[in-house]
């Protein structure tokens, strides 16, 4: 349905879980893929060989995203091996940990919302020349449907960070658009992924697939087939959106 020939794409936190499913499904498109992860050789190894079965001219960098230093070195490593972006997808994210309120430490606070939301900006600070120039560019960043819920009673700082990365996608598709630039969204629902060994069992939600109307969780690739769609021609009158992917929750 969609080609990527000759495009090169950058996502970032994709070595494992919805960032993974996206590279595949990219390079299967004909894209050169740049994936990325922090301090995780063995899945970013694994992954790159697989890429270039499928015939991608892939790369793959390391480093912490919510550090300028890293994210210039990720940036200046892209411009030396391809001279260009044409897809930026701002994958990376993760809760830390689970606290209410007065749970809540400052320095978790800190962390949750630099990896989850100041990752968006310095990535897409240091992108922005790779992208400029180019045409049909796309910035594609993923949120969070708890941003519109509220999340969980114990989802209090990912949930902030994740209205943060909605709010960004919003004012960046006004001040990039003269670059050619479109920048929407995906927010993911609940999707069986890596994500819920290190937040929660899966099964701890069962209370959430309940009010799913389509009764279960999402899989990866149901987010990997938002973020082509939005990366392709056939999103070319789309800009500012975030697009939910959550079987339904939005109308139960």
């Known amino acids: 349905m969609y080609t990527f020939e000759k495009k090169v794409v950058w996502i970032t936190g994709s070595t494992t879980g919805i960032g993974k499913m996206t590279a595949i499904g990219f390079a299967e498109r004909g894209a050169d893929v740049i994936i990325h992860g922090f301090n995780d050789t063995e899945n970013g190894e694994k992954l790159l060989k697989h890429l270039k079965e499928l015939g991608s001219d892939a790369l793959l960098v390391d480093g912490d995203v919510s550090l300028k230093k890293d994210v210039e070195n990720i940036a200046k490593q892209i411009q030396d091996k391809y001279g260009k972006l044409d897809v930026l997808?701002?994958?990376v994210g993760a809760s830390i940990t689970s606290s209410t309120l007065e749970e809540l430490e400052e320095d978790v606070w800190d962390k949750v919302i630099d990896v989850n939301l100041k990752s968006v900006y310095?990535?897409?600070?240091?992108?922005?020349?790779?992208?400029?120039?180019?045409?049909?560019?796309?910035?594609?960043?993923?949120?969070?449907?708890v941003e519109r819920t509220g999340g969980t009673m114990k989802d209090l700082a990912y949930t902030a960070a994740k209205g943060g990365v909605s709010a960004i996608t919003r004012a960046l598709a006004k001040q990039l658009i003269d670059f050619n630039i479109q920048v929407n969204a995906v927010a993911p629902g609940l999707i069986d992924t890596p994500f819920h060994k290190t937040d929660a069992p899966l099964d701890s939600y069962d209370w959430i697939i309940n009010r799913?109307?389509?009764?279960?969780?999402?899989?990866?690739?149901d987010i990997a087939g938002a973020v082509m769609f939005l990366a392709s021609n056939h999103a070319n009158y789309i800009n500012g959106e975030i697009i939910e992917v959550s079987g339904g929750r939005r109308v139960s």
């Open 89 to 91: 997808v701002n994958n």
């Open 122 to 145: 310095l990535v897409t600070k240091e992108a922005l020349p790779l992208l400029k120039g180019e045409e049909n560019t796309r910035i594609i960043n993923i949120s969070s449907a």
């Open 212 to 221: 799913i109307p389509m009764k279960k969780a999402g899989q990866a690739e």
